[in-house]
């Protein structure tokens, strides 16, 4: 049986991207929509790009 010495997600034990999308995904579907994801993850892995953070942050309101 393997040890683990640094939890999944932190500093010495990274995820990798598709690994963050994906629980990213699962954690904010009910909240923002499978739509709103979709913007988001591609606004996130090219934040370089991003002139604005409202470029990002409007993608995170609820939607009724």
Do not use: C, W
């Not at 994906?22 to 370089?48: M, P, W, Y």
Request: hydrophobic share 30%.
């Amino acid at each position: 049986q393997a040890q683990i010495n640094y939890p999944k997600g932190s500093e010495k034990n990274p995820m990798s991207d598709e690994e963050l999308v994906n629980k990213f995904t699962r954690l904010s579907q009910a909240v923002i929509g499978k739509g709103q994801i979709h913007r988001v993850v591609d606004k996130v892995l090219s934040l370089e790009k991003v002139e604005h953070i409202k470029q990002l942050t409007r993608y995170f309101q609820k939607r009724d």
